[in-house]
Structure formats: structure tokens, C-alpha cells
Antibody, heavy 121, light 110 residues
Framework: EEQLMESGGGLVKPGGSLRLSCAASGFRFTLAWMTWVRQAPGKGLEWVGR??????????DYAAAVKGRFTISRDDSKSTLYLQMNSLETEDMGVYYC????????????WGQGTLVTVSS | QPGLTQPPSASGTPGQKVTISCSGS????????VNWYQQLPGTAPKLLIY???QRPSGFPDRFSGSKSGTSASLAISGLQSDDEADYYCAAWDDSLNGGVFGGGTKLTVL
């Protein structure tokens, strides 16, 4: 069974930084394309970005709202995905989910339970 | 503004059939498969329909999806109280080179 577990959320001041982690198990992480999705309080889902597997080039794509501020990376030896978030804004507040893109076209087969990021002074 | 357009709410009585629409454009739904996610209150989303009309194991055939042109729809027949949830459509957008979600539809079983 695929399992994803996010961690690293918390309270941060506007302009601050935070790094989220996502530990994966139950599938071949080294071949997996991984995606971050977020959900502001009481709002809908928003695609944040994705990272291809290392054999596929390991490249990243980002939503316009976070490009230049957020960076996705991975450590295949630890089956862990990361989301480095800099210059955080109040609009970045919400639950952040990592997910496994099962068909390389956005089919998010499995999701973690999410980690809450609060941006407030 | 979400990339795909869904009605914010839908409702039905137990046993009824409900359909939720999802409208996009040529760069997303028109070019790529549509996926649907179910989010029960207080939980993470789950993949409900993929490739526009396929169901993962674990969801009954009461749930079905379809796509035509730049629109898609999710149908739920034999409505049950357990179906009360938020439903999201999603697709890859070739112009944005990113994923796009609909704004979500809150389904209420009356």
C-alpha cells in the first residue's frame, strides 16, 4: 500500500521560510513523479508543483503563484520529497499535501494526510 | 481563479442520481485526461475517477465519469449519505505546464 507522510508544517512570520518533508513508502520512489498540492483554509485544492523522477531528468515545474519562492527537491536514498518555501506570504497559508503522480500527467494516486502551514505575524 | 469551472454546490436525496459538471479549455480538458477527487470532511483527497472514466478499486460503480470536448462530468447514482463530500475535477494544462483543479463542488445528501 502506498503511504505518504508530510511533516514540517508550523507557524512562520510573513517573509519567513519553512521546509516541508514527505516520507514515501509502498512504491518505487526512485521512479515516482511527485506533486505538492495545497489547500487554503475553507478553500479548494491548488496545484503547487511537481518533480519528475531522477531517471526522467529530475526537473521541476511550479505554479505561477509560487515560482521563484518555492523549490521542490528529493532524496531518493531516503524516499523523501521536500518543499522549501521562502518569502512566505499570508496567501501561502493552508494544508500542504504531497502526492504520487501515477501516470506522469497529473493522476494523483495517493496523498499524504497533509501538514498545516500558518503564516502570521 | 481556478483553472477549471465547477458548480460550488450540488444536492440530492438518497437513491437519486447527481451529476457534477467541470468546464475547461482546449489546453487542459481538451487535450488531457480528467481526474476526479473525493474529499470527505477533515480528510485528504482521494482519487475517485482517472483517465476521464476509469475507477480505482475501492470505489463502487455508482461513480462514473465522462468527457466531451472541453467539458467533463461526474455522475453519482444511488446517492448515499456517505457520499457527502467535496468533489474536485483536475487535469494537466499544456499551456501552463502545470496541473489545474476545479474550485470544488460540495455535495449535500438531503
Amino acid at each position: 500500500e502506498e503511504q505518504l507522510m508530510e511533516s514540517g508544517g508550523g507557524l512562520v512570520k510573513p517573509g519567513g521560510s519553512l521546509r516541508l518533508s514527505c516520507a514515501a513508502s509502498g512504491f518505487r520512489f526512485t521512479l515516482a513523479w511527485m506533486t505538492w498540492v495545497r489547500q487554503a483554509p475553507g478553500k479548494g485544492l491548488e496545484w503547487v508543483g511537481r518533480m519528475k523522477s531522477s531517471p526522467s531528468g529530475g526537473t521541476t515545474d511550479y505554479a505561477a503563484a509560487v515560482k521563484g519562492r518555492f523549490t521542490i527537491s528529493r532524496d531518493d536514498s531516503k524516499s523523501t520529497l521536500y518543499l522549501q518555501m521562502n518569502s512566505l506570504e499570508t496567501e501561502d497559508m493552508g494544508v500542504y499535501y504531497c502526492s504520487h503522480d501515477g501516470d506522469f500527467k497529473g493522476r494523483l494516486d495517493s496523498w499524504g494526510q497533509g501538514t498545516l502551514v500558518t503564516v502570521s505575524s | 481563479q481556478p483553472g477549471l469551472t465547477q458548480p460550488p454546490s450540488a444536492s440530492g436525496t438518497p437513491g437519486q442520481k447527481v451529476t457534477i459538471s467541470c468546464s475547461g479549455s482546449s489546453s487542459n480538458i481538451g487535450s488531457n485526461p480528467v481526474n476526479w477527487y473525493q474529499q470527505l470532511p477533515g480528510t485528504a483527497p482521494k482519487l475517485l475517477i482517472y483517465n476521464s472514466n476509469q475507477r480505482p478499486s475501492g470505489f463502487p460503480d455508482r461513480f462514473s465519469g465522462s468527457k466531451s470536448g472541453t467539458s467533463a462530468s461526474l455522475a453519482i447514482s444511488g446517492l448515499q449519505s456517505d457520499d457527502e463530500a467535496d468533489y474536485y475535477c483536475a487535469a494537466w494544462d499544456d499551456s501552463l505546464n502545470g496541473g489545474v483543479f476545479g474550485g470544488g463542488t460540495k455535495l449535500t445528501v438531503l
